[in-house]
């Protein structure tokens, strides 16, 4: 027993749990604090004699709703994931750990585009911070999906069905940046099409995903 201490065999289930639970209850605590730094833009401008400038808060706004809803998103995936895991390893906590980084950096680039309002270079930083994010959120599920980590009853279908539905934001976001030459509103007004594209890569998803359990059914059964 003491030998198999030496080497670092787990003997305790509880520490197992323990440690899964502290990294879901780390990355919630994350996207909190990244959701709540997101509201420090939002300042009242005012004018010489003392007016309230809306006009110019309302790219602020615009900039908080959207990296509101795309970090919402984020924890959703997020959520969806560690959902269907039962334990962690180093690995997936190493890359947890750079996916969170990314979704706090988001508030840079929000601040950027909320301050140079369809500017199509900020346009283009904003769009790709979001895409490397929603890379970093593929790699994540990449690295989680295996047969050790998930619950019973996950299957290789319903991995697909994850990855492919984190392939949404990158997509949208990344496809946007072809259009920032010719309107650089139009490519912002892409990112309102993110909800559509992730319903059809999770169908995707789902239907390719169902035919991956059917031939591990059947490999299983010959």
């Known amino acids: 027993m003491a030998r198999g201490a030496q080497h670092g065999a787990v003997t305790d289930p509880h520490d197992k749990d323990l440690g899964f639970e502290r990294l879901v209850f780390f990355s919630d605590a994350i996207f909190a604090i990244a959701i709540t730094i997101l509201v420090l833009d939002l300042k009242l401008q005012v004018g010489s004699h003392g007016e309230i400038l809306l006009g110019k808060l309302i790219p602020k706004l615009v900039g908080f709703v959207v990296s509101f809803g795309v970090t919402g998103l984020y924890w959703l995936a997020h959520h969806r994931l560690f959902k269907t895991l039962r334990s962690e390893s180093s690995t997936l906590r190493v890359v947890n750990l750079v996916?969170?980084?990314?979704?706090?950096?988001?508030?840079?680039?929000?601040?950027?585009?909320?301050?140079?309002v369809a500017v199509p270079w900020a346009v283009i930083f904003y769009a790709l911070s979001v895409t490397s994010t929603g890379l970093l959120m593929a790699i994540l599920i990449l690295v989680a999906r295996h047969s050790e980590m998930m619950r019973p009853g996950e299957t290789k279908g319903g991995t697909w069905v994850l990855f492919?539905?984190?392939?949404?934001?990158?997509?949208?976001?990344?496809?946007?940046?072809?259009?920032?030459?010719?309107?650089?509103?139009?490519?912002?007004l892409l990112w309102i099409t993110l909800p559509v594209v992730i319903r059809v890569l999770h169908f995707a998803g789902a239907q390719i995903g169902k035919r991956v359990d059917r031939r591990a059914v059947s490999a299983r059964s010959d």
């Open 99 to 116: 996916f969170l980084a990314s979704v706090v950096f988001l508030a840079f680039p929000t601040s950027v585009i909320s301050e140079y």
């Open 164 to 188: 492919l539905r984190s392939l949404g934001p990158p997509l949208v976001f990344s496809a946007s940046c072809l259009w920032v030459d010719q309107d650089p509103t139009v490519a912002m």
